[in-house]
């Protein structure tokens, strides 16, 4: 059997002392049970401790992945979006654009997903056809502000933020599709045409829809953590 754990950074000394002491069990001579761990940075941190050292005896092969070249970096946006169906005559990225996107990602991965998520919901806000270094940039400051403000301890201002523009794209974008509407009913000879431009602004929203959905969910996860993080400070005994 195989166990897979992902985020391995997260686990206390504790639970990783129990996954080597399952590596003890064995059928016919052969393990019942392999560990397989995937970690950020952190977690090779944890394994250099003194206390992991009969862990740490009982790996087999590690492997350190490092960040993705700027070359790597364009191939693999552009095969994250081939997988989704993207087309390069639909929307285009610069090469300045590629360039900026390495610069504040500074090519890892979980980076790239992270900012070309926003820049694409900045692309389809913005209702661009190509993405030039100026959008990058400008999705590189509001990234950078959103950090400083988590920083500081604005996290319900920077989803709050994040969830009222998205908010505001997906009104106009309902307004457009009620004036629709309306003409289909006022013109009938027209319903075709305008049943076709509707189904078009529909697909359009869906992309916002599970954005703002994503950014619910995470803001009610901020709001809770800084709620707990409020009360276990109040718990705390003066000295």
Known sequence: ???????????????????????????????????????????RITLQDP?????????????????????ETRDYIEHRLQIVGWQSDELRFSDDAYAAIYRYTEGIPRRVNVFCD??????????????????VDAVGQEL???????AGGGRA?????SILRVSHAMEQRLTELESAMETVLKYPEWQ????????????????????????LIDLDRRMDDTLSDAVKTEEQPLP
């Not at 950078?144 to 988590?150: E, K, M, P």
């Open 144 to 150: 950078t502000q959103d950090d400083r403000q988590l």
């Open 157 to 161: 201002a920077r989803g709050a933020r």
């Open 51 to 71: 206390g992991m050292e009969q862990l740490r005896q009982r790996v087999i092969a590690s492997c350190h992945l490092t960040p993705l070249s700027d070359s």
């Open 118 to 135: 926003r820049l694409l919901l900045y692309g389809f806000l913005e209702e661009l056809r190509e993405f030039s270094a100026d959008a």
């Open 192 to 215: 075709d045409v305008q049943m076709e431009r509707l189904e078009r602004r529909i697909l359009k929203l869906e992309p916002a829809i599970q954005t703002l959905r994503r950014q």
């Open 1 to 43: 059997m195989l166990l897979v754990v992902d985020e391995a950074q997260n686990l206390p000394p504790q639970s990783l002392e129990e996954l080597r002491m399952l590596s003890n069990f064995q059928i016919a001579e052969a393990p019942l049970l392999q560990s397989f761990l995937l970690g950020q940075d952190e977690f």
